[in-house]
T-cell receptor
């Protein structure tokens, strides 16, 4: 079945640096990808919708200058956490759905990225 | 607006006992509903989905869910719990229109004890 690959699975960075997380759809072209943030023992919070070839759509309260999203190709979206601070430490997950599939086609999720800012 | 509510943030069962995880939805149109499972430090894996083809949906790992329109429910069940079922479970509804994004419930942590 369709697979979404996310890299890296974990990263530790120093406060003030930037970190890039990649999300790839491996066997379908994803015009739209979604980025989520998950705090410990909580549900997934949608951060933004990544659109190929255009600007991302951010959810209310998400800083677009802090979380830069680039969707330069139909199989790759990146999330860059800029000037990271310890409060940005979290689990980030991407997902994508084959737009050419039937209406009931499910979304596939990446493995997630555990970001720790020290 | 569409939404899902998961009743019970924690459920604990004995190995071999029935598993019942509750999910109620709110939608003005026939919904697309999903159950996902998440193991620690991993992404989400689809357990099953409701697409109006059948009200009783069978998924992976012995799980199934029944869509009940009159109760606006889509509860997840498994006849006999295994230790390996311990995980976080999320019910989700697909938003209609726009980007068709998923709207998640708060999640239910299932613990299975010997």
């Amino acid at each position: 079945g369709a697979v979404v690959s996310q890299h890296p699975s974990w990263v530790i960075c120093k406060s003030g640096t930037s970190v890039k997380i990649e999300c790839r759809s491996l066997d379908f072209q994803a015009t739209t990808m979604f980025w989520y943030r998950q705090f410990p023992k909580q549900s997934l919070m949608l951060m933004a919708t990544s659109n190929e070839g255009s600007k991302a759509t951010y959810e209310q309260g998400v800083e677009k200058d802090k979380f830069l999203i680039n969707h330069a190709s139909l199989t790759l979206s990146t999330l860059t956490v800029t000037s990271a601070h310890p409060e940005d430490s979290s689990f980030y997950i991407c997902s994508a759905r084959d737009p050419g599939g039937a209406p009931d086609t499910e979304a596939f999720f990446g493995q997630g990225t555990r970001l720790t800012v020290v | 607006a569409q939404s899902v509510t998961q009743l019970g943030s924690h459920v604990s069962v004995s190995e071999g006992a029935l598993v019942l995880l509750r999910c109620n939805y709110s939608s003005s149109v026939p919904p697309y509903l999903f159950w996902y499972v998440q193991y620690p430090n991993q992404g989400l894996q689809l357990l099953l989905k409701y697409t109006s083809a059948a009200t009783l949906v069978k998924g992976i790992n012995g799980f199934e869910a029944e869509f009940k329109k009159s109760e606006t429910s889509f509860h997840l069940t498994k006849p006999s719990a295994h230790m390996s079922d311990a995980a976080e479970y999320f019910c989700a509804v697909r938003e209609t229109g726009g980007y068709n994004k998923l709207i998640f419930g708060a999640g239910t942590r299932l613990a299975v004890h010997p």
